[in-house]
């Protein structure tokens, strides 16, 4: 009887355990940034000249801008996603500013298949309440270590989809205008189906993932760790689905751009610069 009560105790004690499970993973974003600039009208003598020391500049002041680290806390059913702040300096004036349309934290709940996402566009705080996208992942055998986790090879593939031209004119963010190939690497050793952003799915956390022009790599994780672990959806912001804040941010952008362009009649010539993030 005493080796029944014993029993119980243990498979309790582990039952509570498991629901308990919490964790936070550090990552480390990497964007590999493919200069396209032109400037001036199309054919003039102006078009594609930038100084060589600006572009320098701009280089830098970009690899800086999208280098960050995240924090993704967890347990067994619901994440939150964060990005840590930092102060970027700046330099000769010149300032890169990719702060009009920010992400902010992202939130995931694999019980109800739930997301929620803070999103500001210009000062206006947005929340976006969506269903979690389902990724087809494909489950490979190779392996390779991530700092002490045993990772397996995970991919699919994101079909294209047509988007706007303003948005994909401002944006500065990777615009799925083909077919591509989504690489996670994720260990069964940590028995959560989270991951960073909106990845999520597999059967092990997700301690890398590329998307072909952004490499997101875990450098730090910490299970069970003593101080208690909050995990809440952010509630501050205007409530809108994913197509509603896809035709704001559409909008605004429209907006912004004919604020931009010359008065009918006048000389002003508008110069445009391209970057093309990832290629």
């Not at 890169?96 to 500001?120: F, R, V, W």
């Not at 706007?164 to 963010?173: F, G, N, Q, W």
Request: charged share 30%; with cysteine; proline share 5%.
């Amino acid at each position: 009887m005493k080796k029944y009560l014993h029993c119980l105790i243990v498979l309790a004690a582990f039952s509570a355990s498991a629901q308990d499970f919490r964790g936070t993973a550090t990552y480390e974003s990497k964007t590999s940034i493919d200069f396209s600039l032109s400037g001036g009208e199309p054919g003039s003598d102006e078009e594609n000249q930038l100084p060589p020391e600006l572009e320098a500049q701009l280089q830098e002041q970009l690899k800086k801008a999208f280098e960050k680290k995240y924090t993704l806390s967890f347990d067994k059913t619901a994440s939150l996603y964060v990005e840590e702040e930092q102060l970027v300096p700046q330099t000769n004036q010149m300032v890169i500013n990719i702060n009009n349309y920010e992400g902010g934290k992202q939130y995931k709940n694999l019980k109800d298949k739930s997301a929620i996402t803070e999103h500001e566009v210009f000062g206006k705080e947005f929340l976006i309440m969506d269903s979690l996208h389902k990724y087809d992942w494909k489950l490979g055998s190779e392996t390779k270590k991530i700092g002490i986790y045993t990772c397996y090879k995970a991919t699919v593939t994101i079909k294209a989809r047509p988007v706007p031209e303003t948005v994909k004119a401002i944006s500065l963010t990777d615009v799925p205008e083909k077919d591509k190939v989504i690489t996670a690497w994720y260990t069964p050793e940590i028995p959560v189906s989270h991951g960073p952003g909106g990845y999520w799915g597999l059967p092990g956390l997700i301690l890398e993932v590329n998307n072909g022009s952004t490499t997101l790599l875990c450098s730090k994780v910490v299970l069970n760790p003593k101080d208690k672990i909050e995990i809440k959806a952010p509630k501050k912001g205007t409530k809108v689905s994913r197509a509603e804040f896809d035709k704001i941010v559409e909008d605004k952008i429209r907006e912004t751009q004919e604020m931009d362009e010359p008065a009918p009649g006048s000389n002003t010539t508008t110069t445009r610069r391209v970057i093309r993030i990832g290629g």
